[in-house]
T-cell receptor
Framework: NAGVTQTPKFRILKIGQSMTLQCTQD?????MYWYRQDPGMGLKLIYY???????DKGEVPNGYNVSRSTTEDFPLRLELAAPSQTSVYFCASTLPDGYGSNEQFFGPGTRLTVL | DAKTTQPPSMDCAEGRAANLPCNHS???????VYWYRQIHSQGPQYIIHGLKNNETNEMASLIITEDRKSSTLILPHATLRDTAVYYC?????????????FGTGTRLQVTL
């Protein structure tokens, strides 16, 4: 299994541009998450999904959108990039509550800079 | 979810045990203690979790006090590759979509 994969690894955007961060998992996990991590800080939850067609806001959803059309994919969309969205973005997945350890498996991250 | 308090940084000599403390004095009866670590700029990695009993796996041991208000993660023989930020997280077991709330963690530096 490849686990959780994210593309791209790095990206530089200009203010006002848009982009989609891709996330795919091959572990048949129902739950998926998007986090952002600013320098020296812990991760903050942006959006999450408990299954295809179901998404919900996390702690810092403003400026982002998500969709979940399949179990495997959970893309994160930035519509109008702002310097405040400069961060490292991590995608993660896990099984539902009550299944195993509920550990979250994280992707390698996407480092985004908005200039 | 209950808030956790961890020291910002700790040092440990290679080969010695690293004991990382965590306070979670407002933990509820149905909340688990989870530990993750983040090596450099990689995605966080799950280490171990527990409810009230001590737990051990191939990576570490987790000691939870009887009143469950604090816990200690033990890396029995720390190596340079254990240098990382360690996060102690408390979360409920069900009904929360397994969401995690990360603090700023403890930066563990393992030295020769």
């Amino acid at each position: 299994n490849a686990g959780v994969t994210q593309t791209p690894k790095f990206r530089i955007l200009k203010i006002g541009q848009s982009m989609t961060l891709q996330c795919t998992q091959d572990m048949n996990h129902n739950y998926m998450y998007w986090y952002r991590q600013d320098p020296g800080m812990g991760l903050k939850l942006i959006y999450y999904s408990v299954g295809a067609g179901i998404t919900d806001k996390g702690e810092v959803p403003n400026g982002y959108n998500v969709s979940r059309s399949t179990t495997e994919d959970f893309p994160l969309r930035l519509e109008l990039a702002a310097p405040s969205q400069t961060s490292v973005y991590f995608c993660a997945s896990t099984l539902p509550d009550g299944y195993g350890s509920n550990e979250q498996f994280f992707g390698p991250g996407t480092r985004l800079t908005v200039l | 979810d209950a808030k956790t308090t961890q020291p910002p940084s700790m040092d440990c000599a290679e080969g010695r045990a690293a004991n990382l403390p965590c306070n979670h004095s407002t933990i509820s009866g149905n909340e688990y203690v989870y530990w993750y670590r983040q090596i450099h700029s990689q995605g966080p990695q799950y280490i171990i979790h527990g409810l009230k009993n001590n737990e051990t796996n191939e990576m570490a041991s987790l000691i939870i006090t009887e009143d469950r208000k604090s816990s200690t993660l033990i890396l029995p023989h720390a190596t340079l590759r254990d240098t990382a930020v360690y996060y102690c997280i408390v979360r409920t077991g069900t009904g929360t979509a397994s969401k995690l709330t990360f603090g700023t963690g403890t930066r563990l530096q393992v030295t020769l």
